[in-house]
Every structure is written in C-alpha cells, then in structure tokens.
C-alpha cells in the first residue's frame, strides 16, 4: 500500500477506519501517478472499485474530506507572520455532461452559463520567511443553481452579504483566523473581487490584517476625491525595478516602478444602511504603477492599487506590502497544478457531483504536495523535510541517498540532509534528472516520477524489517 505519506491523514475523521485508509490511498495514488484520474491513478480493477465506492459513499461529503486538509496547515503552523492567500478557480465538467445526470444537485453554470461544474476558493498558507507553502486553511466547493435568477432579478447590490457568493472571501478569513491560532500576525491577500466594504469592517483584528487589490474607485471621508484620483494625484515617494515574467499578456521586462502611499478613510458605500457600520474605515493606500519609458507599445503598464491595514511608515513598508500581494502567484500554480499544469482535475470521469467535490478537495493537497517539493529547490532557507515526509521516510531516505547520489563533487546532494531540498533533490534524481544545475531544474513529471519510484522503494524497505522483525528506528 503506498500510502505511508499520508498515513493516518483522515484518522478519526472519516465514518470508520476503513474508509480512511481508502480515502488516504487514494491520495498516495493520485501524487504516485501524477493524475487524479481513477482509471489512471488505480492500477487494478479491484483498487478502481474501492474508489468509486469510497468518493460515491454518502456518509461523508468533501467538507468532511476537508478537515484533514485543515489539519494537515495546522500541524504545520509556527509563530510569526504568514500570509493567506484567497482566490477562486472554477472547474469545469461540461464535457462529462452525459454522465452526470441532470437533477445533480452538485453541478450547476459557472461562468458560462451553458458550461456545468463547480467553484473552488481555498486560501493558501504561506510562510514568507520560507518563500513556500505550508498548507490550506480553508476551502469553499460550491455551484450555482440551473435555475438561478439573475444579479439585476435579485438586486445584488442591495442583497445582505451573506446571501452573495462574495461573501466566502470573509468566511474563509474567519475560519483561516480561528485554525491558525499560533501565528502572531495573518495578512489575509485577496484579488479584487475581494474589495468589499464588509470585510473591512469584520475580519480586522489586533494580529489580522487585510492585503486587497482594489476594485473599486470608493468615496473617501471628508474628501471631494475618490481613491484613484486622490492616488493619481500624491507624490511619488519611491522608485523600483519589477522584473516581469513573459505571458499572454505581458511582455518580459525589468520595469520601472513609482511608488505611491496614503492614509485614508474609505467612507460606507451608498447602497449600504450605516447600521452597525462605521461611517468609515482607516486604510492605507498603495499605488505601484510602471513609468512609461518600459511600457512595451500596445500594452497597459503594470498597476495595482492595495488596501491594506498595515501601517505604512516609510516606502520600504509600502514596497513590502507589495512584494507580499506579489505571492499570489503561489496559488495561481497551485490551480496549474491542480489542473492543466498537472493533475488534470478536470478530465475526472465519476458521474456524480459529489463525488467531483471529494476528488477536488483531496486533489488540492495533493496538488500541493507536488507543488511544495518543486518550489523548496528554490528556497534559500532550511526547511525540515518533515513538512512532508515522516520520520521512518527520511530515515529510509538517509540509507537510501548513496544510490541516489552520484561518484563526482557535482553530483552529491548540495543540501542540508534532512531538509526539504535534500529530499526533493532526491526526488528529482530518483525520478531520472540528471543532477546537474547546468540542465535546468527538475519539473513536475520528474518530482512526480520520483516520489512514486521512492514509495515503492520504501515499501519493500518496510517489508524487509516485518520479516527480519528489525525495528531500526529504536536502535
């Protein structure tokens, strides 16, 4: 059973042990085989009936597959600041249609209304002393009803908060404050969509503050001007350089940068009774936007606008707030991996909604553990490879490194044993890269490669100590 990296993941959890332990298989075999497809991930006719009985039970739903998740951040949580990313990917069934049947109540419109599947908002833990990952605090799954009236039928401005779907940006705050109690300071970061009024006013809090892109040109307390004329008219207090990777939409570049801060009052919007609200909320605000001469002809220059409640004394505080909104990326590869970029989420073959939701839900750990050992070659700090891997793999691991290691200086593992890079080093070698920096970093398929040649290995390390009845891990 290569199950041992994420052996006793859902204990206590799950309706009964059973259960647990196919739920906890599954997830072995989807990081294995790199895919989260059950006829590609399930070896044997008898493994795929074990999985489609375990992801159609309805004892249990992917809230309850969730929690695992929770746990899993949690255990890795430490003191000190951390930043919570949120954001929303959509995953899309609509070309498994004549699967699913069409009462599903799992499965509605997204974004196209003739498309059908679900959404997915998880927030990302990052430690930004590491530069990595350290779990998912939260994650809302939900769709749309078929039969759902319109923004303007339902008067969506006026609707209360807790009746819009925007309202998971402060759900998955909240809950993200209530597992990560150890931390001294959360920075909750959210894209635009997350510019709303209402969580200003709520998540806030002594050791949590908000990181926001800004939306919307809001009226400010005792001023005639809006945010972004009152932006576009401050000072510049400061100028960078911001190297732009190349995509569809921007060229490569190292761009210039002013950098501009303010202290503001964001007044209650119109359309919201004053109530409980304040009349306003204290916010600072922070403009990052490219000086023309690297704007490359027939392209926008690179602009954001934060709200944040960090206080901003001078401009390398601001140029920090930047740089920390600049880890989103982070969970922008989580959903490349998540799904075309790796596991392919969206090829999944099961005929129930319910059943997609659970594969989601442990698709995204797994996503992330992927994810985790590629980007820790990068890490210029020591991470214990205990993050993913447990005490009797690493030990396994240190035996097993003089085969994975080469005879030259060039070819020895650079890093720290027992940290993270030294495992995923040896990941990456086991799964066939050729070790030498010179080719490039390992990918994906190769860490993928390797983690499910290195599981079988374990494995049969393991069965070797219940014959010889050798419990070296007590010497």
């Not at 442990?362 to 214990?384: P, Y």
């Not at 793999?393 to 720290?416: A, C, S, W």
């Not at 890269?433 to 390992?442: N, T, V």
């Not at 983690?451 to 891990?473: E, H, I, N, P, T």
Request: aromatic share 10%; net charge neutral.
């Amino acid at each position: 059973m290569k199950d041992k990296q994420f052996e006793c993941f859902y204990k206590d959890v799950l309706p009964d042990s059973r259960i647990e332990k196919r739920a906890e298989k599954i997830m072995a075999d989807m990081l294995n085989f790199g895919n989260v497809v059950v006829n590609k991930f399930c070896p044997t006719n008898t493994e795929r009936i074990g999985a489609y009985r375990m992801l159609g039970n309805n004892s249990f739903d992917h809230n309850d597959l969730a929690i695992g998740i929770y746990r899993a951040c949690k255990n890795n949580e430490r003191p000190g600041h951390l930043l919570c990313i949120q954001d929303t990917t959509e995953l899309n069934f609509t070309h498994h249609l004549n699967r699913i049947r069409e009462e599903d109540e799992d499965i509605g419109p997204v974004t196209k209304d003739d498309n059908a599947g679900f959404f997915c908002h998880p927030v990302l833990v990052i430690d930004p002393s590491l530069q990595l990952p350290i779990g998912i605090s939260h994650v809302e799954i939900w769709n749309r009803r078929w039969d759902k009236v319109t923004k303007y039928d339902r008067d969506y401005k006026n609707q209360v908060i807790k009746e819009k779907e925007s309202y998971r940006w402060i759900t998955s705050a909240e809950r993200t404050k209530e597992l990560l109690t150890q931390a001294t300071c959360l920075t909750i970061i959210g894209d635009r969509e997350a510019d709303i009024y209402d969580e200003f006013v709520s998540v806030p809090d002594q050791r949590t503050h908000l990181l926001i892109r800004s939306n919307v040109n809001r009226r400010l307390w005792g001023e005639d001007q809006n945010l972004f004329e009152r932006l576009d008219s401050s000072v510049a207090r400061a100028s960078y350089e911001l190297d732009i990777r190349h995509n569809r939409k921007k060229a490569k570049r190292t761009a210039k940068m002013s950098l501009k801060y303010e202290r503001l009052k964001i007044r209650y919007p119109k359309n919201k009774a004053i109530g409980n609200n304040p009349n306003y909320v204290d916010m600072w605000a922070i403009e990052a936007k490219e000086l023309p001469e690297t704007v490359p002809a027939k392209e926008a220059p690179i602009l954001w606008r934060l709200l944040t409640t960090h206080t901003i004394n001078c401009a390398e505080d601001a140029l920090k707030c930047v740089e920390w909104y600049s880890q989103r990326w982070f969970i922008e590869e989580l959903f490349r991996v998540l799904k075309s970029k790796g596991l392919t989420i969206e090829s999944a073959q099961l005929e129930t909604g319910a059943g997609l939701k659970k594969l989601a839900v442990m698709a995204l750990q797994v996503a992330l553990t992927t994810m985790i050992l590629k980007l820790s070659l990068t890490s210029d700090q020591d991470v214990k490879a205990t993050l993913i891997f447990s005490d009797e793999q690493i030990h396994f691991l240190t035996i097993y490194m003089q085969k994975v290691e080469g005879k030259t200086d060039k070819l020895r593992n650079p890093y720290n044993e027992g940290t993270l890079q030294w495992a995923a080093w040896a990941m990456a070698r086991i799964g066939g890269w050729s070790g030498y920096i010179s080719q490039g970093p390992p990918g994906y398929i190769t860490i993928k490669d390797g983690l499910d040649r290195f599981f079988d290995r374990y494995d049969g390390f393991q069965s070797a100590l219940k014959y010889f009845k050798k419990d070296v891990y007590k010497e």
